[in-house]
């Protein structure tokens, strides 16, 4: 006999994250067409995948204020088809009020992630799961895959990777 899981389940692809955004047009493709081809095919994916696993709600690893005049690809696929949407990152303002700690000395950062656990990603799955939707979906940068799933685990859903890392064949941006 066959054990299927009966634990909800969420749907997680990993990205690199300049494929989230669609940048105003003054910034779209002049500097690296492969990019916008790319988001291209990201969206492509992202409305296959809403509409073929009846996703209830979809959320991201991105915080609103992070698209800077911007728009996120998941939000846009999610308004197309009358799928909610979630920006489920915590804002740099409010990341003091969960004992996160801005620091950009990697060393600090990475002191305060072994003392305190991933508090972002807790985070993210509450804001997602907050009505506890019975099929979801979640983007997030791919070095949070595994944990994100240990998370969905933890929360007796059924983690789906579909993707681990979309986007890392592009060139390396250079700012």
Known sequence: MVNIPSDPPVFVIGVRHEI??????RDRGAE???????IERFA?????????????????????????GGMSVLAQECAKLGVRHR??????EERPRFGILDDPCPSAWELNFLANGPP??????????????PVALFVCGEKH??????????????????????????PIRTI
């Not at 690296?32 to 790319?38: A, K, Q, T």
């Open 20 to 25: 989230q955004i669609r940048r105003p047009d």
């Open 32 to 38: 690296c067409p492969e990019r916008e081809r790319e």
């Open 44 to 68: 492509t994916y992202l409305s296959a995948v809403i509409r073929d696993e009846g996703i209830i709600v979809a959320g991201e690893e991105m915080f609103h204020s992070a698209l800077r």
């Open 87 to 92: 920006f489920c990152d915590i804002e740099p």
């Open 120 to 133: 972002r990603e807790a985070v993210w799955m509450n804001r997602l799961l907050a009505d506890e939707p």
């Open 145 to 170: 895959v595994d944990s994100v799933v240990a998370r969905l685990h933890d929360r007796k859903r059924l983690p789906l990777v579909l993707v681990r890392a979309w986007g890392w064949s592009l």
